[in-house]
C-alpha cells in the first residue's frame, strides 16, 4: 500500500555530485522521519543523513558538508544531494521513511527498493 522509490544514482567521478531523490506514494496519513542509509558491499547499512518532521537534520560525520538532506512534504519526497563525492562514498543508496497510513493506526518504517550510487577515483 506504500511505495517508496529512489532515483538518481549513477557513476561519477571523484569529485563530482549527485543529486537522490526518493518519492513516497501510496495510502499515505503522514509522514514522520524520512532519511538515507547507504551499504557498501561487506558493510553494513548505515545513516547518511536524516531528516525529521520538525524540521531537525542529522547527518553522518563522513558527509558532512559535503551531503545536504531536505523534503518537500507537499510532494511527500526527499533528496539527498552529494557533492564532493569520494570513492568511499560509493554504496547502495536506500531510502526510508517512518508514514502512517489511511485507515491505520501507528507508524511503520518502509524501505525503497535502493539505488547505486559509484565514484570512481
Known amino acids: 500500500q506504500v511505495q517508496l522509490v529512489e532515483s538518481g544514482g549513477g557513476l561519477v567521478q571523484a569529485g563530482g555530485s549527485l543529486r537522490l531523490s526518493c518519492i513516497a506514494s501510496?495510502?499515505?496519513?503522514?509522514?514522520?522521519?524520512m532519511g538515507w542509509y547507504r551499504q557498501a558491499p561487506g558493510k553494513q547499512r548505515e545513516l547518511v543523513a536524516s531528516f525529521t518532521s520538525g524540521g531537525s537534520t542529522n547527518y553522518a560525520d563522513s558527509v558532512k558538508g559535503r551531503f545536504t538532506i531536505s523534503r518537500d512534504n507537499a510532494k511527500n519526497t526527499v533528496y539527498l544531494q552529494m557533492n564532493t563525492l569520494e570513492p568511499g562514498d560509493t554504496a547502495v543508496y536506500y531510502c526510508?521513511?517512518?508514514?502512517?497510513?489511511?485507515?491505520?493506526?501507528?507508524?511503520?518504517?518502509?524501505w525503497g527498493q535502493g539505488t547505486q550510487v559509484t565514484v570512481s577515483s
Open positions: 501510496g495510502r499515505i496519513y503522514s509522514i514522520n522521519d
Open positions: 526510508n521513511a517512518d508514514i502512517r497510513q489511511m485507515y491505520r493506526g501507528g507508524y511503520y518504517s518502509y
